[in-house]
């Protein structure tokens, strides 16, 4: 039995939630964001929230029920909110900035990483070391960040790379004599 899925998503005041046959679409201050319902969840739209409930008693339906409900209140933090991750660089002459629609990348191959920023995502970079990844949509900020982050994953020697901020690096001890 799912315990997430039994409370309703609360719909705060500016946001509207709408649901045309097997899509819910949400628009708020941010933007819209649209969800395509999943059969085994029933949906409903009342009084200031949106309730999911399982469609029937089975084992898939009750599995689906919580993450539904999730995705939901995804939405509505996305059109409110937003979403941000933070990446952190490490490394000598390891930098990173923002030129146009693209983040630069320097990660120590013999050429830069120039990294295209995708429609809807936000890429900021307070100081070289550090990248800022936002928008509304949570898997496309989290999509983003795993694909920047791919080019040069954290080694566990030095610790050189791209890391996520708190993000813990289990560090091995080198060759010994």
Request: aromatic content about 6%; charged content about 25%.
């Given at each position: 039995?799912?315990?997430?899925g039994?409370r309703?998503?609360p719909?705060?005041?500016?946001v509207?939630?709408n649901i045309?046959g097997?899509?819910?679409?949400v628009?708020g201050?941010?933007g819209t964001?649209t969800?395509?319902?999943?059969?085994e969840v029933t949906?409903?739209v009342?009084?200031g929230?949106?309730?999911?409930?399982?469609?029937?008693?089975?084992?898939?339906?009750?599995a689906f029920w919580?993450m539904?409900?999730?995705?939901?209140q995804?939405?509505?933090?996305?059109?409110?909110?937003?979403?941000?991750?933070?990446?952190?660089i490490t490394?000598?002459?390891?930098?990173?900035n923002?030129?146009?629609?693209?983040?630069k990348?320097?990660?120590?191959?013999?050429?830069?990483?120039?990294?295209?920023?995708?429609?809807g995502?936000?890429?900021?970079?307070?100081?070289?070391?550090t990248?800022?990844?936002?928008?509304?949509?949570?898997?496309?900020?989290?999509?983003?960040?795993?694909?920047?982050?791919?080019w040069?994953?954290?080694?566990?020697?030095?610790?050189?790379?791209?890391?996520?901020?708190?993000?813990?690096?289990?560090r091995?001890?080198?060759?010994?004599?």
């Amino acid at each position: 039995m799912s315990r997430i899925g039994k409370r309703p998503v609360p719909v705060p005041t500016g946001v509207t939630a709408n649901i045309d046959g097997r899509v819910l679409s949400v628009k708020g201050p941010k933007g819209t964001l649209t969800l395509d319902l999943a059969d085994e969840v029933t949906y409903a739209v009342e009084e200031g929230a949106i309730s999911v409930q399982p469609a029937n008693d089975t084992r898939r339906a009750r599995a689906f029920w919580g993450m539904q409900r999730t995705l939901v209140q995804n939405l509505i933090v996305g059109v409110t909110e937003g979403f941000t991750r933070q990446l952190l660089i490490t490394g000598v002459g390891y930098r990173a900035n923002v030129q146009g629609k693209n983040l630069k990348l320097q990660l120590g191959y013999s050429h830069d990483v120039d990294f295209a920023i995708p429609e809807g995502i936000t890429i900021a970079t307070p100081d070289q070391t550090t990248v800022n990844i936002s928008g509304i949509d949570k898997q496309q900020v989290g999509q983003v960040a795993a694909e920047i982050r791919r080019w040069r994953k954290p080694e566990p020697y030095k610790g050189k790379g791209i890391k996520y901020a708190g993000e813990f690096i289990f560090r091995k001890e080198g060759k010994k004599k």
